[in-house]
């Protein structure tokens, strides 16, 4: 281990200053992504011209990555393990909640929709401005969240149908690896998304727009699917002995 951090750390000794103007990001890179992303992406955002198109690969990484993450936290919960919600329980939990907590819930129905339609404008406005899929997933994913939290798990999960999120789940990464396949059967290399269209620039238009919402459907599904199964074992770690579904 000690060798191993020692090699890292003299590996380290020719690489430039952090933030020194001498740094081959400071040279050419930058400066490219500056003053030519418009004209090649078509985007005024450049942060979001960066994340989805120059460095798209890294991005599917990341998406990949909160996949996994979210795969191996259900299969450390033991999801077959689940207790069950039956509809007496469901019914008692929603009487009990709207007598006390009448203001509260009214007020989230009030909120939901602008919540909901908040985290649709971040994820299509994220081209010309601060958004994208990942922020449009946590928000849409806090506003099930939000609803569960007043309305109690077995509410929800009628309103929420968790097969649909656990296929949502698989399909954002799908969608943005097929983008990238697809690409490459155009000719193109993968997520190059000029090959998309006839016009380089409404290819990048279109990858982008398809592969961001790949993003925000991994995000918000897999958000809710902890979520859900955190707050779902508060009532089997009170009851150890009832059994799952």
């Known amino acids: 281990v000690f060798i191993t951090g020692g090699l890292l750390i003299y590996g380290t000794l020719d690489m430039p200053y952090f933030g020194s103007s001498q740094a081959p990001v400071h040279l050419h890179v930058a400066p490219h992504y500056i003053n030519d992303s418009m004209q090649e992406t078509g985007l005024p955002n450049i942060v979001t011209s960066v994340l989805a198109s120059y460095r ?51 007020v989230t129905k009030m909120l939901l929709p602008f919540i909901l339609l908040f985290a649709l404008y971040v994820q299509f406005h994220g081209d010309f401005g601060p958004g994208g899929g990942f922020q449009a997933g946590v928000i849409f ?57 006839s016009d380089p620039v409404a290819g990048q238009h279109l990858g982008i727009l398809l592969i961001e919402f790949g993003v925000g459907c991994t995000v918000a599904s897999v958000m809710v699917i902890i979520f859900f199964n955190f707050f779902g074992r508060r009532d089997y770690l009170q009851d150890p002995d009832k059994k799952g579904v």
Do not use: C, K, W
Request: proline share 2%; net charge positive; no cysteine.
């Open 56 to 106: 798209g690969f890294d991005t599917f990484g990341e998406v990949v990555v909160i996949f996994t993450a979210g795969m191996g936290v259900l299969a450390l919960l033991r999801l077959g393990r689940r207790p069950r919600f039956d509809q007496t329980m469901a019914d008692s939990s929603f009487y009990l909640m709207h007598e006390r907590h009448l203001i509260l819930r009214i």
């Open 141 to 197: 994913a806090a506003a099930i969240i939000l609803y569960t939290l007043v309305f109690d798990l077995p509410t929800a999960r009628r309103v929420v149908n968790r097969t649909f999120v656990r296929l949502l789940t698989a399909f954002g990464v799908l969608l943005y690896g097929g983008v990238g396949v697809i690409t490459m059967l155009n000719g193109g290399n993968f997520l190059d998304y000029n090959v998309l269209a």
